[in-house]
């Protein structure tokens, strides 16, 4: 296995000649295309293009039908300055799994052997079908021996039919990347230079919920929690003897409940305390970790994003639960001010990762 070459996979052609315009981090979404184009002016982050449109039928009867993939990409690249058809994307999350591994380096021993080895013993026979990825998550004693790690590893059949996809749709891909890294390099860029805190990311998917935490600007954790929005509908649905569909749109008409709202708001918020409070548990054993692994450094905000970060007074809700300042993600706040205004209102709440994959390269990238 070739460690370093990895998911970064280059698409023909992306050598040579240096482009003078970004890539644009394209992300298919479960319902959306997300895309974004950074550039940079006097040493720092500019927006150039951002657009975030619904497919206009399934996402799998889209990405199988080519013609209509790339009629509707081209769409989406003309409602918006994009320039060029050059992309990163990110290996979509159900093909991806991330290992955490603790991996002990030998004196003299090269760091990704270690971790070949580690990650093979714990994937078996898998791995030799397998594109892998880690990164190093940082911690206080880096130094040492002992090295933790993200793997991300993927079928290589996967990850090729996916960059077949790309093309199809007349993209040329520059490389594949890995959602937790392209959210922990939008975490650092909005974080600037405070290295000495952490930051976390709460971003609520339908069925599941994603945690992801930086110290600095390095990525320390990610993990998949039990909590999402079909969880939440389920619940009220059971407890209110509703259709699960009402009980969605209950959910996104009153949010978690809670505060001076209505009863039904307060009924809402009783019913769904428990699970509320299991994940205000999971980051409190989060704040405990993080501890750990800096000696003493805590949690300083954390974002929402996704699905529940729609919901009314969100924020002020999950304020109630955990001990740690809690804001709303916009992406958009890492490019500079004077970014263009957006046809969609809304488009900050589903941008994320195709910002944190146009972020890819640095400032000097």
């Known amino acids: 296995m070739n460690l370093r070459r990895l998911l970064s996979i280059g698409a023909p052609g992306a050598r040579g000649k240096r482009a003078t315009t970004r890539p644009i981090g394209i992300d298919f979404a479960a319902s959306r295309l997300n895309l974004l184009q950074a550039e940079v002016a006097d040493g720092r982050w500019q927006l150039r293009a951002a657009a975030s ?16 993939l790339a009629r509707f990409v081209d769409g989406a690249l003309a409602s918006a300055p994009f ?8 290996v979509p999350p159900a093909d991806l799994r991330i290992l955490p591994l603790t991996v002990h380096v ?12 580690a990650a093979a013993e714990q994937l078996g026979d898998a791995a030799a079908d397998s594109v892998l990825d880690y990164y190093q998550v940082r911690g206080a004693d880096a130094d040492g021996t002992e090295r933790q790690v993200l793997v991300a590893a993927a079928p290589a059949a996967r990850v090729l039919a996916y960059l077949a996809m790309l093309e199809a749709a007349r993209l040329e891909p520059v490389a594949l990347d890995i959602g937790p890294a392209a959210i922990s390099r939008l975490l650092a860029t909005l974080h600037g230079s405070d290295i000495g805190q952490s930051v976390a990311l709460l971003n609520f998917g339908t069925g599941k919920s994603y945690l992801t935490v930086i110290w600095g600007r390095r990525l320390m954790l990610d993990r998949e929690i039990d909590f999402g929005e079909e ?5 009220l ?41 299991a994940l205000a548990d999971e980051l409190a054993h989060t704040q405990v970790y993080v501890a750990s692994r800096t000696r003493g450094s805590s949690i300083s905000r954390v974002y929402l994003n996704g699905s529940l970060a729609r919901y009314p007074a969100i924020q002020a809700s999950m304020g109630e639960l955990i001990d740690v300042p809690v804001h709303l993600l916009d992406p958009l706040e890492a490019f500079a001010p004077g970014r263009p205004a957006q046809p969609d209102s809304d488009i900050g709440t589903s941008i994320a990762l195709a910002a944190g994959l146009a972020l890819r390269g640095g400032l000097d990238g």
């Open 53 to 68: 449109l619904a497919y206009p039928m399934p996402r799998a009867a889209l990405l199988a039908a080519p013609r209509e």
């Open 237 to 277: 649905a059971a407890a209110l003897d509703l259709p699960a569909d009402t009980a969605t749109l209950l959910l996104r008409e009153h949010g978690i409940g809670g505060g001076s709202g209505s009863e039904l708001a307060r009924a809402i918020r009783e019913i769904l305390h428990p699970l509320c409070q």
């Open 231 to 235: 969880l939440l509908a389920q619940k």
């Open 106 to 117: 030998a004196p003299g021993q090269p760091e990704a052997r270690a971790v070949a080895r």
């Open 83 to 90: 320039s060029g058809r050059r992309v990163v994307s990110a």
